[in-house]
């Protein structure tokens, strides 16, 4: 049930890894995700259940897609990712918006190749902010967190189970 209820972000979280693993394969792979995150969740920590999910599934799913395709980056990659990072914030600081492919190829004295692997590589790992339009910026677009069920509650789930926990260890005191 709490698949069924959560496949519309799950679709939207892994449709970047359909490409590699293939639209069946990566839903599979998605509600593997979730088991393992509902049964590591723990409630007594201060984040939101949806929160670990999403870096749940991410984990998941980029271990699957490296596993697929046995891409990890090497070392000079590793280097080459990191002068791309710091080339973009630094840019973005002055500019506001992002460096272009070419800038980039001429400041870092890479090829046209060696950015595009490394641009894949980013867009695997990091998925974006459930506050994020999932659209192409227009008003109209709806975020992450406005295609959730509505219907489901999860902080008032754990606090039923919280609640049948307690009754059940203070009868069991009783006894």
Sequence with gaps: MLYSQNITILKLWSKKYAKVLG???????CYIALHKAVQG?????????????QK???THLSRASNRSTNSKLGISDKRLLAQYIELNQQYQQKTGNNISLNQVIDLLHCSRKDIERISQYLSIQYCSSIDKPMGNGSDDDLNVIEV?????DIEKDYEQQDEKRILKASVGFCQ
């Design 148 to 152: 959730l069920p509505d219907k489901t």
């Design 41 to 53: 969740f723990d409630e007594s920590k201060e984040y939101k259940f949806i929160s670990y999910l």
């Design 56 to 58: 749940a599934v991410q």
């Design 23 to 29: 639209d069946e394969d990566v839903l599979q792979e």
